[in-house]
T-cell receptor
Framework: QKEVEQNSGPLSVPEGAIASLNCTYS??????FFWYRQYSGKSPELIMS????GDKEDGRFTAQLNKASQYVSLLIRDSQPSDSATYLC???????????FGTGTSLTVIP | DAGVTQSPTHLIKTRGQQVTLRCSPI?????VSWYQQVLGQGPQFIFQ???????GRGNFPDRFSARQFPNYSSELNVNALLLGDSALYLC????????????FGSGTRLTVV
């Protein structure tokens, strides 16, 4: 079983719509959760972090965490073509200093 | 302020050769981590260094080694290169060992032929 699982997509949404990206993780004791955006040929860029159950909003982005279900999601409101990228979910487990990354979900926003 | 800088940006090596990749973290950041990202996959943890000490090692063979210098910069060395070592090597900088998210450098694209 992989530590972090994401639907690889591709996910396509029309411009202006809400894009919903999902991630599950295996270590129930995990405490820190992150979403990274990676454009093709570029390095990952941190866009959201979340540490406690519930929602965290930052501009058009909302991260949602449900530790009981071991589930993290990212909502992108008013999606723009510039949001087209691969979104990586990262989890820091209860022990150790490394982050585990999912394989990423490819998002395409259609103008 | 300068971000995380990595060098070189691209590298082509032959099987069996050795390579050294370099990273300078954000000023004031004391932790450097190295990740390998194969095309189509998420980054995989290789090493973490903090205050010049190794604080974590991923599931990579002993051909991979690293070190951190007094100025917190770091080098990743890979010996006896294999075709499967072809990947984007990412250096990640963070202030401490706490739960901050990483800031990644632009990466070094290594191609082994």
């Amino acid at each position: 079983q992989k530590e972090v699982e994401q639907n690889s997509g591709p996910l396509s949404v029309p411009e202006g719509a809400i894009a919903s990206l999902n991630c599950t993780y295996s270590d129930r004791g995990s405490q820190s959760f992150f979403w990274y955006r990676q454009y093709s040929g570029k390095s990952p860029e941190l866009i959201m972090s979340i540490y406690s159950n519930g929602d965290k909003e930052d501009g058009r982005f909302t991260a949602q965490l449900n530790k009981a279900s071991q589930y993290v999601s990212l909502l992108i409101r008013d999606s723009q073509p510039s949001d087209s990228a691969t979104y990586l979910c990262a989890v820091r487990p209860n022990t150790g200093n490394q982050f585990y990354f999912g394989t990423g979900t490819s998002l395409t926003v259609i103008p | 302020d300068a971000g995380v800088t990595q060098s070189p940006t691209h590298l082509i090596k032959t099987r069996g050769q050795q390579v050294t990749l370099r990273c300078s973290p954000i000023s004031g950041h004391k932790s450097v981590s190295w990740y390998q990202q194969v095309l189509g996959q998420g980054p995989q943890f290789i090493f973490q260094y903090y205050e010049k000490e190794e604080r974590g090692r991923g599931n990579f063979p002993d051909r991979f080694s690293a070190r951190q210098f007094p100025n917190y910069s770091s080098e990743l060395n890979v010996n006896a290169l294999l075709l499967g070592d072809s990947a984007l090597y990412l250096c990640a900088s963070s202030p401490t060992l706490s739960n901050y998210g990483y800031t990644f450098g632009s990466g070094t694209r290594l191609t082994v032929v």
